[in-house]
C-alpha cells in the first residue's frame, strides 16, 4: 500500500490523529546523502500546547495491543522511548512551511500558519542561501522577474538572522500561478534535509488551487454522501455555537473514499469539532502500520465498541474511533467540552 495514496496533508504536530498519521506515512521515503541543517523555533513551547485537547477517562476499559481502525491504519501503542517508535521517528519526513501567502488564508487551518516561517527565531545564513539556492528560477513576481525569497533581519537579541519575506509582492510559479505556500522537507526533529540526488535542500511550492484542493473544505453534504456513496451520521448535540458543517473529500485507490468534517467555532482552532468519516477497507488490503506512542483504550457507549488513543507525548489529547453502518468514525472534540459531553456527542451519532 502505497503511503501517497493514504495521506492528506499536515495536521498537528505529534497529534494521534487520522491526519497526522496520513502526514508520517506521506513523508516516510529514506532521502538520498541527506544535507541536514537544525530548524529554530522561537516558540516551541507554545506550539507543544497546541496539542493539548480534553481527555475522557471511562470505567471499565481495556488497555490494547494493537488498534485497527478497519479504514486505512492500524496503530501497535509502545512506549516512547521504545527501539520501534524511534526507529520510527528517525525514518520519518515532515513538511514545515517557510512561506505563506496571505491568499492561503481562505483555506489553511490556522495551526499551519501559527508553525510557519512567522513564528521561526530566524535562518541562519547558509540555510537561507540552501533555500535560496532551491528556489532559484521557480518562484517570481506578476511581470515575471525571479525573486529572492530568503532576506536578512534582526532579532530581538539584535543578531542577523534570515526569514522568508515577499516584500509585499504576489508570487507565481514559472507556470504563472499563484503561490499560497512554499515547504521545506525536514526530519520528524526539524532538521532540515535534502531530497535527491543534485544536493540541493528538498522544497515544495503550493499554488493556491494545490491548497484549495488539499485543505479547503468546500465540499457540500451532498458531496460527501456521492463520495462515501452511503449515508453518515453527524453529531446532534452539543454543536451550538459551532459554525455549520464544513466538507472535506479525500479519495483512495483501496478504499471508496473518506470525508473531513470540520464545525468551526468562534473561538480558537482548539474550540473546533473535527470529524472523519471512512469507508471500512477490503479485507484483502493491509492497513499501514504505525507505532504510537501512547495508550489506545477500548469501552463502550450504547453497546458499540469506541476506541480512545491517548498520547504519551501529549497526555491530555484524545481522538475517538468507531465503526458504525460500515463506515470508520474519529473524533477530535473541542476542548472544551465535558467528558459527559463527549459521550453524549458520540451516542447522539451511534443511537
Given amino acids: ?10 495536521a498537528r504536530d505529534g497529534m494521534p490523529d487520522l491526519e497526522q498519521v496520513r502526514e508520517n506515512c506521506h513523508r516516510q521515503a529514506a532521502p538520498q546523502k541527506p544535507l541536514v541543517r537544525k530548524l529554530r523555533w522561537s516558540t516551541a513551547a507554545a506550539i507543544a500546547a497546541c496539542l493539548v485537547f480534553a481527555t ?53 487551518p490556522p495551526f499551519i500558519r501559527f508553525v510557519s516561517h512567522e513564528y521561526f527565531e530566524g535562518f541562519d545564513s547558509e540555510t537561507a542561501r540552501m533555500i535560496n539556492e532551491a528556489l532559484a528560477g521557480k518562484i517570481f513576481t506578476a511581470d515575471g522577474t525571479p525573486f529572492v525569497l530568503m532576506t536578512t533581519m534582526l532579532n530581538m537579541l539584535n543578531q542577523e538572522l534570515y526569514r522568508a519575506d515577499a ?7 514559472a507556470d504563472g500561478d499563484k503561490i499560497g505556500m512554499i515547504n521545506t522537507l525536514t ?32 465540499a457540500t453534504y451532498e458531496d460527501a454522501l456521492l463520495h462515501l456513496r452511503r449515508n453518515f451520521r453527524l453529531p446532534t448535540v452539543h454543536i451550538e455555537g459551532l ?33 472523519s468519516v471512512e469507508n471500512i477497507r477490503d479485507e484483502s488490503i493491509e492497513p499501514a502500520h504505525l507505532y504510537f506512542a501512547g495508550e489506545i483504550i477500548e469501552f463502550e457507549i450504547a453497546g458499540l465498541t469506541i476506541h480512545k488513543t491517548a498520547s504519551h507525548t501529549a497526555p491530555s489529547s484524545s481522538v475517538f474511533w468507531w465503526i458504525y453502518d460500515e463506515l470508520v468514525y474519529s473524533l477530535i472534540p473541542p476542548a ?16
Avoid: C
Fill in 56 to 108: 475522557v477517562v471511562y470505567a471499565a476499559t481495556v488497555i490494547m495491543e494493537r488498534f485497527d481502525t478497519g479504514g486505512s491504519m492500524a496503530l501497535t501503542p509502545v512506549a516512547y522511548d521504545s527501539t520501534e517508535y524511534q526507529e520510527q521517528r528517525a525514518s520519518m519526513f515532515h513538511m514545515r512551511p517557510v512561506y505563506v501567502s496571505s491568499h492561503a488564508d481562505e483555506f489553511l
Fill in 243 to 275: 459554525n455549520p458543517p464544513k466538507f472535506r473529500l479525500e479519495g483512495f485507490a483501496e478504499t471508496l473514499g473518506r470525508v473531513n468534517i470540520r464545525y468551526v467555532s468562534e473561538g480558537t482552532f482548539f474550540d473546533d469539532l473535527i470529524l
Fill in 1 to 10: 500500500m502505497k503511503g501517497q495514496d493514504l495521506v492528506n496533508r499536515l
Fill in 167 to 173: 516584500g509585499g509582492n504576489v508570487l507565481y510559479n
Fill in 187 to 218: 526530519t520528524f526533529d526539524g532538521e532540515f534535509t535534502a531530497f535527491g540526488y543534485d544536493g540541493l535542500l528538498w522544497v515544495e511550492i503550493l499554488t493556491v488551487a494545490d491548497l484549495e484542493r488539499l485543505y479547503g473544505f468546500t
Fill in 336 to 351: 472544551t467540552l465535558t467528558d459527559r459531553q463527549i459521550e453524549e456527542i458520540i451516542r447522539s451519532m451511534i443511537e
